[in-house]
């Protein structure tokens, strides 16, 4: 069978591309520019890629390989409900689906039981902690996640495995496609706005999900934040669980979502929690999670309030130890969230000495709403003298050279793919040294 995938540099499609190609599927693909993510999959054997989503390109390739299904991202919809690619599908009678329909399939032919993972904030890191857990353990598994991780490819599929692990978004509500035998909730907090246009519809989604799930392993707070009653299928943990104080890794957040994996393998396996976390204190991150490009200089995907903190926590562990200055160059993710967020920065930069302010990255906006400027965004800073406004050129390179000579450590904090401060940064810097 002949699967082309729409979008297939995204991190949702990018992962499912390569498991259908692992699993013995001809997989072909097309994004709309060049990015890491593309890079990467051809380099895993997914060869027929193509840059431009055109009708020549896709009809060309039809033409030679019959296409059988097109799977497309659920951007592609977003961006333009008329895509070229999916109306040539639709034409030829090809089958066209959202990658739920595809994933779900391979897991129901398998007999594969789904552990997954959702959340607003943590659950790519969550996500590779418990595939982390498991392979440790040699417990053979496929597994999707949509972060490059530093020990195994984005997607995999193992013809052994008992169980997939799944990184659940709910953008688009892609998560309610699925009845997992064993859901984990990272976190909850009002995002994706243009899909859940209130707090309520964004609650409402994840209940449903909970709902669908066997069990489901959730913190304390997020029970209350979504209003749910005990239940048997509801294993609630405390914050303040004293396991969580065993863990060693830098960052709150990063031992709060270490914890839940460590629960999540425990209902899996049955071991010991103590031998749990003595594995997950080894773990060697994710790509974009606190990675260090060059020495002193990193990069993270904090894109929210939420994940914002989270991240510094992180810097502010690292820095303590070394005695550093915190320099934070930040690029938010698209402007149409900013709406929705702009008032809840506040102090999350609190800990930094510095803040450079880049224009948003822009992805599937809203042509209604007005581009927020950066210096209306720091404006919304308790402290707004610690931010100033940047571009992604010389001058900000020779600011990041400066403090990186300085000894200070620099956080580039941002969400986004092709033309993201992220490839910018590893453009300028890591190119340069070679």
């Not at 391979?106 to 607003?120: E, H, N, P, S």
């Amino acid at each position: 069978m002949h699967l082309f995938f729409s979008g297939i540099g995204g991190a949702g499609i990018g992962p499912l591309a390569l498991i259908a190609h692992e699993a013995g599927y001809e997989v072909s693909g097309s994004d709309k520019q060049p990015s890491q993510y593309v890079d990467y999959l051809t380099r895993r054997g997914v060869k027929d890629i193509y840059i431009g989503q055109t009708i020549d390109n896709i009809a060309r390739l039809h033409q030679k390989h019959p296409i059988d299904w097109y799977i497309y991202s659920s951007a592609v919809l977003i961006e333009d409900p008329g895509a070229a690619e999916l109306q040539f599908c639709k034409q030829q009678s090809i089958k066209v689906s959202k990658r739920d329909e595809l994933l779900n399939l391979i897991i129901k032919d398998r007999k594969l039981k789904l552990i997954a993972i959702a959340g607003t904030h943590g659950k790519s890191t969550t996500t590779a902690m418990v595939i982390w857990l498991l392979k440790e353990m040699g417990i053979p598994l496929s597994y999707s996640v949509g972060a490059r991780m530093n020990f195994g490819d984005m997607g995999e599929f193992n013809a052994e495995s008992e169980f997939f692990i799944y990184e659940a978004d709910e953008f688009d509500r892609n998560f309610l496609s699925f009845e997992p035998y064993i859901s984990i909730i990272t976190g909850v907090s009002w995002d994706h706005h243009e899909i859940f246009p209130s707090r309520e519809e964004y609650q409402q989604a994840f209940r449903e999900f909970i709902d669908q799930s066997s069990r489901t392993i959730i913190w304390q707070e997020d029970q209350s934040y979504l209003g749910l009653e005990d239940s048997s299928k509801l294993v609630v943990e405390n914050s303040q669980n004293i396991f969580i104080n065993k863990l060693s890794l830098n960052g709150l957040y990063n031992r709060l979502d270490a914890y839940l994996a460590c629960r999540a393998v425990h209902e899996i396996t049955k071991e010991p929690l103590d031998k749990l976390i003595s594995i997950v204190n080894k773990f060697p991150g994710l790509k974009r999670r606190m990675e260090e490009i060059i020495p002193n200089l990193y990069s993270d995907y904090a894109h929210t309030p939420e994940k914002i903190r989270g991240a510094m926590s992180v810097a502010m562990e690292m820095a303590g130890k070394n005695h550093q200055e915190i320099i934070v160059v930040y690029e938010p993710l698209t402007d149409r969230r900013q709406h929705y967020i702009k008032n809840d920065y506040k102090d999350c930069f609190s800990g930094a000495k510095m803040v450079y302010w880049l224009p948003s990255y822009l992805a599937r906006e809203d042509p209604k709403q007005t581009v927020i400027t950066p210096e209306e965004l720091i404006s919304n800073l308790d402290d707004p003298t610690i931010a100033k406004t940047t571009l992604r050129d010389d001058h900000l390179k020779f600011e990041i050279e400066r403090h990186l000579l300085s000894g200070d450590m620099v956080v580039a904090m941002n969400g986004g793919g092709g033309n993201s401060l992220d490839e910018w940064l590893r453009q300028e810097f890591i190119e340069t040294e070679r």
